[in-house]
C-alpha cells in the first residue's frame, strides 16, 4: 500500500509515502438510467502497488463517467471504513502515522480529489446483458503522503498551495508545484496528501550518474521554471537582510556542534588541504564566518524575488517527453517566499560540486589535531566534473544578473555556495559523533573544508 521513505528529516520525518496506490475493482453497469452497482473490494485488503497500464481508449466515454463514479464511491466506502474519533495520541506511533494517512487520502476523496486516478482497464461481461453496458472497471488512484510531527509541515502545505496558484509567478512556474488536495492540521501528527509527479526522477540520479545531459537539465530548469519567477517578482522593495539567510544558521548549527566537540572549536586554527592547494584560516571558522558577514553585506542583492529555497537537485524532478523537451517539477519548498536567487542557485552548485560526489563516496578526507590547530585533507579532485556543470548553468545566471545590475553577484555566489556547506557540516558532524557513521563524518569534513574553502575563495580568511 504505502511505500514509505525515511530519514531525510532525521527525527522528525516520520513517514513520507511516496506512492500511495488504490488499485480498485468494481462492476459498473450503465443503462437508460443511473443503475449503478459497485463491488467495494475492502479498504485495506486491496490495497497494491501495481503498474499502470494505458486506459482502453475504445472505452473514452463511459470511463469518464467510470471516474467520476469513482470518486463518490470510493470516498463513501472509506468513510464507512475508517473510525472518525480515534485519538492519535494513544495509538502506537506506526498506527497514528497511518491513521494520518488515512485520512487525508479519505478527505481529498471527499472533496472529489481522485489524484492522477486512472481507469486502467474497463472489461465488458460475457454474456447475458440486457444493459447498454455492463462492464467491469479497473482504477488505480496514487498520491503522496507526507507526515511529520512538526506543524511547520503544515505551513510547507499552504506554501506548496500558494506557489501553485499565486498569480504573481509565471503560469510554467506554477504549474511545476504539486497539486495538494488534503491537509492534516492537528496534532499530534501533521500531514498533508498531494499529487503524485509520475513518472519523474529527481534531479540529483543524474548527478549521482555524473549523466552527460545533466548540463541541459540545470539550462531546461534554469531556463523555464526559475529565471521566469525571479524575472517576473524581481523588486527594489524586496531587499532584504541576507546576513539571516546567509551565515546566521551555518554559525548557529556550527557553533552546537563544536559545543559537543564534533568539530573543531571557533577559534581553533585550521588548515585546510584539497590535494591543490592549502589554506591557513589562523582565527579559526567564527572570525572566517564574521568576516565572510562583512563581506556579504558589501555584495548584497539590491533587490529580491520570489525564490523557492531549496532547490537542491532532490528537490527538483523531471520527465523527458520525446518531441517538446524536459518538464520539470519543485518539491518541498522553503517558508521564505521571497530572498536572494543566488542562494538557490547555489544550492543547486554546492549540492552539484561537493555534496554529490562526496555522498557517493568519490571523495576522501582526513581530520588531525596537530598541536594546537587542525587539519582538513580532501581530494577535490572528484569535483571536477560537477564544477563543469556548475560553469554552464553560472553562464546562464551571469546575464540575468547583469541585466538585473547585480554587479557583485560572483562574489556573494562563494559566499552562498560556502553558507549552505557550512550549514551541513554541523549537523552531519553530530549525527557522526552520534551514530558513528563514516559517510556522515566524510561529509562533515568535506562541508567544512569545502566551505571554508569558498570563503577564502571569496576573500575571508
Ligand atoms: N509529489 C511527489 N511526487 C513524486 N515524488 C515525490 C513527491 N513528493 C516527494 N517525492 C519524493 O520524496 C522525496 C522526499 O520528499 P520531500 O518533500 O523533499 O521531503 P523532505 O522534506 O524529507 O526532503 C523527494 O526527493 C522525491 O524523490
Ligand atoms: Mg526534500
Known amino acids: 500500500m504505502l511505500a514509505e521513505k525515511s530519514g531525510a528529516r532525521g527525527e522528525n520525518l516520520p513517514f513520507l509515502a511516496r506512492g500511495c496506490c488504490w488499485r480498485i475493482s468494481w462492476a459498473a453497469r450503465w443503462g437508460g438510467s443511473v443503475n449503478r452497482e459497485q463491488v467495494w473490494d475492502g479498504w485495506a485488503s486491496n490495497i497494491a502497488e501495481s503498474p499502470r497500464r494505458p486506459c482502453d481508449l475504445h472505452y473514452r466515454e463511459p470511463m469518464t463517467s467510470a471516474a467520476d463514479d469513482l470518486r463518490s464511491a470510493v470516498a463513501e466506502a472509506i468513510t464507512v471504513q475508517i473510525p472518525n474519533e480515534v485519538d492519535e495520541s494513544r495509538l502506537p506511533r506506526k498506527l497514528a502515522i497511518h491513521l494520518t494517512a488515512d485520512r487525508l487520502v479519505r478527505e481529498a476523496l471527499a472533496a472529489g ?3 492522477t486516478a486512472d481507469i486502467a482497464e474497463v472489461t465488458a461481461f460475457g454474456a447475458g446483458n440486457t444493459a447498454m453496458m455492463v462492464a467491469r472497471v479497473h482504477a488505480q488512484m496514487a498520491y503522496v503522503v507526507k507526515v511529520d510531527t512538526s506543524p511547520s509541515i503544515v505551513r510547507e502545505a499552504h506554501l506548496l498551495r500558494r506557489m501553485a496558484t499565486d498569480p504573481s509567478l509565471p503560469a510554467a512556474t506554477r504549474t511545476a508545484f504539486p497539486s495538494v ?7 499530534p501528527l501533521f500531514g498533508y496528501l498531494m499529487e503524485l509527479v509520475e513518472g519523474a526522477e529527481p534531479l540529483h540520479h543524474a548527478l549521482r550518474r555524473q549523466d552527460p545531459g545533466t548540463t541541459d537539465l540545470f539550462t531546461g530548469l534554469w531556463t523555464q521554471i526559475l529565471a521566469p519567477a525571479y524575472d517576473a517578482t524581481k523588486n527594489a522593495r524586496l531587499a532584504h537582510n541576507v546576513r539571516e539567510d546567509y551565515f546566521v544558521r551555518a554559525r548557529g548549527r556550527l557553533e552546537s556542534a563544536a559545543a559537543e566537540g564534533a568539530i573543531p572549536q571557533p ?10 592547494r592549502t589554506v591557513t584560516i589562523a582565527g579559526g571558522w567564527r572570525a572566517a564566518i564574521h568576516q565572510a558577514e562583512d563581506l556579504l553585506e558589501a555584495a548584497r542583492p539590491t533587490f529580491g524575488t520570489w525564490v ?11 520527465t523527458g517527453s520525446p ?3 524536459n518538464t520539470y517539477r519543485l518539491l518541498d519548498p522553503k517558508d521564505w517566499w521571497t530572498g536572494d536567487y543566488l542562494f538557490d542557485i547555489a544550492k543547486l552548485g554546492h549540492y552539484t560540486v561537493v555534496t554529490a560526489p562526496t555522498e557517493a563516496g568519490n571523495v576522501t578526507a582526513t581530520v588531525a589535531e596537530v598541536g594546537d590547530r587542525h587539519e582538513i585533507s580532501y581530494d577535490a579532485a572528484a569535483f571536477a566534473w560537477g564544477r563543469s556543470v556548475e560553469r554552464s548553468l553560472l553562464g546562464l545566471v551571469a546575464p540575468f544578473a547583469s541585466d ?4 557583485r553577484w560572483a562574489q556573494r555566489y562563494h559566499l552562498a555556495f560556502a553558507a549552505n556547506l557550512l550549514g551541513i557540516a554541523g549537523p552531519r558532524a553530530q549525527r557522526a559523533r552520534a551514530s558513528g557513521e563514516s559517510d556522515q563524518a566524510r561529509l562533515a569534513a568535506v562541508a567544512l573544508g569545502s566551505g571554508l574553502m569558498a570563503l577564502a575563495d571569496a576573500g575571508a580568511t
Not at 523557492?308 to 523531471?318: A, R
Not at 538585473?404 to 554587479?407: A, F, L, P
Request: net charge negative.
Open 323 to 325: 518531441g517538446s523537451g
Open 267 to 276: 577559534d581553533q586554527p585550521l588548515v585546510i588541504d584539497d590535494g591543490n
Open 404 to 407: 538585473s545590475g547585480d554587479s
Open 113 to 115: 480529489h481522485a489524484g
Open 181 to 187: 488536495f488534503a491537509i492534516d492540521d492537528t496534532p
Open 308 to 318: 523557492h529555497g531549496d532547490p537542491n537537485p532532490e528537490n527538483v524532478l523531471w
